[in-house]
């Protein structure tokens, strides 16, 4: 799916004291693309993501996902929108007391029977190498592992947009190196678009557009394709 940002700002707090987390922020991302977004703590990264995923809503601009300006979804629409969206977060978020194949078919439950649910979470657990672990509790499974079921679920309902916070954040190099490498692989599979938070260069390295920011806004735009263009 294409994403189109025009001129975004997202202002925190109350007049006069507000915090500008972004300050006007215009992106075209091709669908199936796979985009880094960099920048120094507090640049609106988070931020822009929230946006993107109708977690939040902008002060002013557009957000354009596919046909639909996400910047004035209410209500059911939003519910709509959130359903064709995939998140990844730094920190898992997965279900202590749930199996990996039960975390993974969550987000399915309000929708299919639960046997569909979970014939769905076991082709995901595939997918993504952990066939062997279906019966494990997070607690029982490595970093990336649990990175791996989370990236699972985020794509159980087929997204065509998956958003990732920091998601190699809590993970050494080699972790980081799997789990980006599951992502690449099982977006590229689908024709998903990836808009990917990260501090680590060499996990930005790995995507085919590194947008950097600083203070709400864009700073740099490189593609893979212009380096020693
Ligand atoms: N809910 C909020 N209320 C008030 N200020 C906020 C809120 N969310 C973010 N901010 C502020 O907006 C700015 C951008 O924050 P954001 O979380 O988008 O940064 P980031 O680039 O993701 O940083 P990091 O790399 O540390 O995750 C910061 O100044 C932050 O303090
Ligand atoms: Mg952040």
Not at 40 to 51: P, Y
Not at 123 to 131: F, H, N, P, T
Request: hydrophobic letters at 45%; a negative charge; glycine letters at 12%.
């Amino acid at each position: 799916m294409d994403l189109r940002l025009e001129h975004v700002t997202k202002s925190f707090g109350a007049q006069g004291s507000a915090v500008e987390a972004l300050r006007g922020v215009s992106l075209d991302v091709s669908s199936a693309a796979l985009v880094a977004l960099m920048g120094a703590s507090g640049s609106g990264k988070s931020t822009l993501l929230h946006l993107v995923g109708g977690l939040d809503s902008p002060t002013s601009g557009s957000i354009w996902v596919g046909e639909v300006d996400v910047a004035g979804l209410r209500g059911r629409r939003l519910v709509q929108h959130r359903r064709r969206v995939g998140f990844v977060f730094q920190a898992f978020n997965l279900i202590p007391g749930l199996t990996a194949e039960e975390n993974v078919g969550v987000p399915l439950i309000p929708y299919t029977s639960a046997s569909t649910a979970k014939a769905r979470s076991r082709e995901l657990l595939a997918e993504v190498g952990l066939s062997e672990r279906l019966d494990a509790l997070p607690g029982q499974l490595s970093g990336g592992q649990q990175q791996r079921v989370a990236i699972a679920r985020a794509l159980v309902a087929d997204p065509a947009l998956i958003l990732a916070d920091e998601p190699t954040g809590n993970l050494d190099s080699e972790n980081a190196d799997t789990v980006m490498e599951v992502i690449a692989t099982v977006a590229a599979a689908r024709g998903a678009t990836v808009l990917l938070a990260t501090h680590d260069p060499e996990v930005a390295g790995r995507c085919g557009r590194v947008v950097t920011m600083r203070d709400g806004r864009i700073v740099g735009d490189r593609s893979t394709d212009d380096v020693g263009a």
